[in-house]
């Protein structure tokens, strides 16, 4: 029969049920199966491990492997059928021993699982044509993460994700710590992901017409941005020019305290609090004076600042390359900027859009793992943003060091390898109905393959995602000289390039010789 690949053994339930495997190379692990059951029609089912087993004694395995007395036995869970009301149910009645056991089809995997025809196209279903799309407004509103290992290509799924949403015109705001987002400008030139294209069915593309670069004041790479974040420096709190400055001393810290104190009530610059800390009669307060002159000169604050609105355009994705710049004016910039644009999209001056937070944990840090001036307003916008039309796409490479009150906020969770065990121990907290078997799948991913969770989908499923439109900017630097091909080349290159500075070989000039003068 067609598609048949096992037959049901053993018990079986209405949950899940073991099969023996007709042929190893037909079925593998995630595999979708279907099986009929006489209450409720075709059940869908996936195959969660395929196990080897022999009644070979132990003195015959000595002599060698014995393919005729192998046997494959593969476990499955029940996934369930869709009612006449459009909702899966797992059936009521068991399945029965003896049924056959049939590779799902297409269709019916579409169905069960609840993917959209139309939406943010994020890749394939592992070993299959299926796309995983998922809804733009319920990704962006109700926010997203994604989670992996270094290396993992947790930066290169959320280029994906941004290439998808600027397509659909939705306005982002991108804090890029390592300037990792600005290649979104340039079309993909890599020529093993352009041979991938045709399988996923897209083509290269740049997006320089929709994306904005904008840098802080003492970048290196000014030259090459479209614009220069300045912030607007009136009312500093004391806890903003600490984290600034990095004072530590406790007597510098509170004549910090008192010079703020008395300047209550007027909207004052970083130059009014040093005018009013000279006027205090303590010595600490030179070397208070030396850290706020700190400041004046990083550049970041000013009359002139950059209106905050021109960071959350309708149909625009600005990125804020922080390369280069101190940990802590990072977090200060972070914090200020992302409590404007929340307060100008209550207002609703600003359009609906999102947030991508690259390096989360550096911005949202788990308590125990620091404390930064930014963490209180992304947790507002975490919690609250859905309301006003303001999502997060939180991205980092250590889940337990995120806050795990923002990760369990975001409804869609993109989740590559992961290995360290507090990192899976704080996805499972983290993350609803991950089972002990997904987890230890999350382990074995492969580079540039997902578990997806989302409430639009039935199912957590395994992606591969799509190769990207668009540059990658974040691939890793190499450090070794290039093998093969391009190695080659390049020794092409050298010489072409020395025989040019030094003339022709001495073989070559005796040929030319024999032919000038017989």
């Known amino acids: 029969m067609k598609g048949l690949v096992g037959r049901i053994f053993g018990e079986a339930s209405s949950t899940e049920f073991n099969f023996v495997v007709f042929d190893p190379k037909e079925v593998k692990r995630t595999d979708y199966v279907k099986v009929w059951n006489d209450t409720d029609g075709w059940v869908v089912a996936q195959v969660l491990d395929i196990i080897a087993t022999t009644d070979l004694k132990e003195s015959d395995v000595l002599k060698g492997r014995n393919a005729e007395k192998e046997a494959y036995v593969a476990k499955a869970y029940v996934i369930g059928k869709r009612d006449d009301n459009g909702l899966l149910r797992v059936p009521k009645t068991p399945l029965v021993p003896g049924e056959n056991v049939f590779k799902a089809d297409k269709d019916l995997i579409v169905d069960i699982l609840g993917l959209r025809k139309k939406g943010v196209y994020l890749g394939l279903i592992e070993d299959t044509d299926i796309r995983v799309n998922l809804d733009v407004n319920s990704l962006v509103q109700k926010h997203c993460c994604i989670l992996a290992k270094t290396g993992s290509g947790k930066s290169y799924t959320a280029g994906v994700i941004i290439e998808e949403l600027i397509e659909r015109g939705v306005p982002m705001f991108i804090i890029d710590p ?42 290196p790479f000014v030259d090459k941005a479209d614009g220069v974040l300045k912030l607007d420096g009136l009312s500093l709190t004391p806890e903003e020019i600490i984290e600034l400055t990095g004072i530590t001393n406790s007597t510098q810290q509170a004549l910090l305290y008192q010079a703020i104190k008395n300047l209550k009530g007027r909207d004052y610059t970083i130059e009014d609090v040093i005018a009013e800390v000279e006027e205090l009669k303590h010595n600490a307060k030179f070397g208070l004076l030396g850290h706020l002159e700190k400041i004046l000169e990083s550049n970041l604050f000013g009359r002139d600042a950059t209106p905050i609105e021109l960071l959350l355009q309708k149909e625009r994705a600005v990125v804020l390359d922080m390369r280069g710049s101190p940990p802590e004016h990072q977090d200060l910039i972070v914090s200020r900027v992302c409590s404007m644009l929340f307060e100008l999209r209550k207002r609703e001056e600003v359009p609906p859009g999102m947030i991508v937070l690259e390096e989360a944990h550096n911005f949202i840090p788990e308590r125990g793992f620091g404390k930064t001036v930014s963490t209180q307003i992304l947790r507002t916008i975490a919690s609250e943003g859905r309301k006003f039309g303001l999502g997060l796409l939180v991205i980092s490479q ?121």
């Open 178 to 219: 390592h300037g990792e987002y600005s290649s979104l400008k340039h079309a993909n030139d890599n020529p093993d992901e352009l041979e991938k294209m045709g399988y996923y069915g897209i083509s290269p593309r740049g997006y320089a017409d929709r994306i904005r670069v904008y840098v802080p004041p003492n970048s």
């Open 398 to 518: 250590r889940p337990a060091r995120v806050d795990k009150n923002v990760v369990s906020q975001c409804n869609t969770q993109i989740i590559l390898r992961i290995t360290n065990p507090n990192d899976l121990t704080a996805i499972k907290k983290g993350v609803e109905g991950l089972t002990a078997e997904t987890v230890d799948e999350i382990k074995r991913l492969p580079p540039g393959t997902a578990l997806v969770v989302s409430p639009e989908l039935e199912k957590p499923v395994i992606v591969n995602i799509r190769v990207r439109k668009s540059k990658h900017g974040g691939a890793s630097v190499s450090v070794v000289r290039r093998k093969g091909k391009a190695e080659k080349k390049e020794r092409r290159e050298d010489k072409k390039k020395k025989e040019k500075r030094v003339g022709k070989p001495k073989s070559e000039k005796k040929g030319l010789l024999r032919k000038m003068f017989g």
